[in-house]
Protein backbone atom coordinates (compact mmCIF):
# COMPACT_ATOMS: atom_id res chain seq x y z
CA UNK A 1 0.00 0.00 0.00
CA UNK A 2 1.25 3.18 -1.11
CA UNK A 3 1.17 5.93 1.38
CA UNK A 4 -0.21 9.75 -0.61
CA UNK A 5 2.57 12.10 -1.67
CA UNK A 6 1.63 14.98 1.16
CA UNK A 7 2.14 12.23 3.84
CA UNK A 8 5.85 12.34 3.40
CA UNK A 9 5.89 15.97 4.61
CA UNK A 10 4.35 14.55 8.26
CA UNK A 11 7.64 12.25 8.59
CA UNK A 12 9.29 13.04 11.95
CA UNK A 13 12.66 13.26 10.02
CA UNK A 14 11.24 15.77 7.49
CA UNK A 15 9.66 18.04 10.65
CA UNK A 16 12.88 17.84 11.85
CA UNK A 17 15.05 19.25 9.08
CA UNK A 18 12.34 21.90 7.92
CA UNK A 19 12.18 23.01 11.45
CA UNK A 20 16.21 22.68 12.14
CA UNK A 21 16.13 21.30 15.42
CA UNK A 22 17.69 18.21 17.32
CA UNK A 23 15.50 15.49 18.02
CA UNK A 24 15.47 16.00 21.87
CA UNK A 25 14.58 19.98 21.23
CA UNK A 26 11.84 18.93 18.68
CA UNK A 27 9.86 16.34 20.98
CA UNK A 28 10.74 19.10 23.77
CA UNK A 29 8.25 21.62 20.97
CA UNK A 30 5.76 18.78 19.97
CA UNK A 31 4.94 18.44 23.75
CA UNK A 32 5.36 22.54 24.29
CA UNK A 33 2.83 22.42 21.26
CA UNK A 34 0.35 19.66 22.71
CA UNK A 35 0.30 21.16 26.17
CA UNK A 36 -0.79 25.07 24.67
CA UNK A 37 -3.61 22.25 22.84
CA UNK A 38 -4.61 21.30 25.72
CA UNK A 39 -4.69 24.47 27.67
CA UNK A 40 -7.43 25.93 24.61
CA UNK A 41 -9.20 22.33 24.69
CA UNK A 42 -10.02 22.84 28.69
CA UNK A 43 -11.50 26.12 27.62
CA UNK A 44 -13.70 24.93 24.87
CA UNK A 45 -15.21 21.53 26.96
CA UNK A 46 -15.55 23.52 30.12
CA UNK A 47 -18.31 26.10 30.67
CA UNK A 48 -17.94 27.73 34.79
CA UNK A 49 -21.64 28.18 36.15
CA UNK A 50 -20.14 29.90 39.29
CA UNK A 51 -16.75 30.87 40.71
CA UNK A 52 -15.69 28.10 42.47
CA UNK A 53 -15.77 26.14 38.89
CA UNK A 54 -14.33 29.30 37.09
CA UNK A 55 -11.16 29.21 39.19
CA UNK A 56 -10.82 25.58 39.18
CA UNK A 57 -10.83 26.08 35.52
CA UNK A 58 -8.10 29.15 35.63
CA UNK A 59 -6.22 26.74 37.48
CA UNK A 60 -6.17 23.95 35.34
CA UNK A 61 -5.50 26.57 32.17
CA UNK A 62 -2.55 27.84 34.41
CA UNK A 63 -1.45 23.94 35.01
CA UNK A 64 -1.73 23.41 30.82
CA UNK A 65 0.63 26.22 30.31
CA UNK A 66 3.30 26.16 33.07
CA UNK A 67 3.97 22.70 31.83
CA UNK A 68 4.44 24.05 27.87
CA UNK A 69 6.63 26.80 29.18
CA UNK A 70 9.01 24.31 30.77
CA UNK A 71 8.99 21.91 27.60
CA UNK A 72 9.75 24.89 25.78
CA UNK A 73 12.50 26.07 27.94
CA UNK A 74 13.37 22.68 27.95
CA UNK A 75 13.70 22.43 23.99
CA UNK A 76 15.72 25.33 24.34
CA UNK A 77 18.10 23.97 27.08
CA UNK A 78 18.71 21.44 25.03
CA UNK A 79 19.61 22.65 21.70
CA UNK A 80 22.97 22.72 20.79
CA UNK A 81 24.66 25.83 20.25
CA UNK A 82 25.58 26.81 16.51
CA UNK A 83 29.49 27.75 16.19
CA UNK A 84 28.68 30.33 13.57
CA UNK A 85 26.92 32.15 16.42
Known amino acids: ?17 WIGLPTASLIAFMIGVGCVAGAISVSLVYRASNLAEFQAIQMWRIEW ?11 ILLKKPNDGD
Open 1 to 17: MSLPRWMQYLHFHEIQR
Open 65 to 75: LLAATAAFVAG
